[in-house]
T-cell receptor
């Protein structure tokens, strides 16, 4: 069956360290993958998109990798700050713009 | 530029009633998608509208319906509400040809 898995437990990281979140999928052939941030009571906010033919994408302190052989994407936040605390969602996109979403990982950055 | 707006923000309904939620996309965005989000679940896709036509539909019962108007504003309707329909309903708009979606704040629906 098709499945997208993100760390279901909250990830606790010390301020200043690198936070790494994982998104694994099975039985999908995504054309691209997106990462979003969601704060409590708010809608998700787009962060980064990476296409199937790209290995890595960066934006300021954020980095995303995409390994279509392992069927995995890693999302890194370097020099993490308490303001980075939120739930992070990955979403796979296939050919028709429709996204399939993971359940999200709650990230807590401790001062 | 104004973001995606959704009304109402909060709603309490009784089982068996119906409800209509509204979404105004970002100006120039003609695609509007609706999602249901419940605790511990990923966003579940309901449907997408583009130029007043439903383009994609998720696996939800026929009680869930939607429409889009000529100004790209969209409404979602749920009839015969069930307790399990309690959720955050999100709408997202995007520009055609662009993958990035812009979300509204959502409507929190509680069914009692």
């Amino acid at each position: 069956s098709q499945k997208i898995e993100q760390n279901s437990e909250a990830l606790n990281i010390q301020e200043g360290k690198t936070a790494t979140l994982t998104c694994n999928y099975t039985n999908y052939s995504p054309a691209y993958l997106q990462w979003y941030r969601q704060d409590p009571g708010r809608g998700p906010v787009f962060l980064l998109l990476i296409r199937e033919n790209e290995k890595e994408k960066r934006k300021e302190r954020l980095k995303v990798t995409f390994d279509t052989t392992l069927k995995q994407s890693l999302f890194h936040i370097t020099a993490s700050q308490p303001a980075d605390s939120a739930t992070y969602l990955c979403a796979l996109g296939e050919s028709n713009y429709q996204l399939i979403w993971g359940a999200g990982t709650k990230l807590i950055i401790k001062p | 530029k104004a973001g995606v707006t959704q009304t109402p923000r909060y709603l309490i309904k009784t089982r068996g009633q119906q409800v209509t939620l509204s979404c105004s996309p970002i100006s120039g965005h003609r695609s509007v998608s609706w999602y249901q989000q419940t605790p511990g679940q990923g966003l579940q896709f309901l449907f997408e509208y583009f130029s007043e036509t439903q383009r994609n539909k998720g696996n939800f019962p026929g009680r869930f319906s939607g429409r889009q108007f000529s100004n790209s504003r969209s409404e979602m309707n749920v009839s015969t509400l069930e307790l399990g329909d309690s959720a955050l309903y999100l709408c997202a708009s995007r520009r055609e040809g662009v993958y990035e979606q812009y979300f509204g704040p959502g409507t929190r629906l509680t069914v009692t």
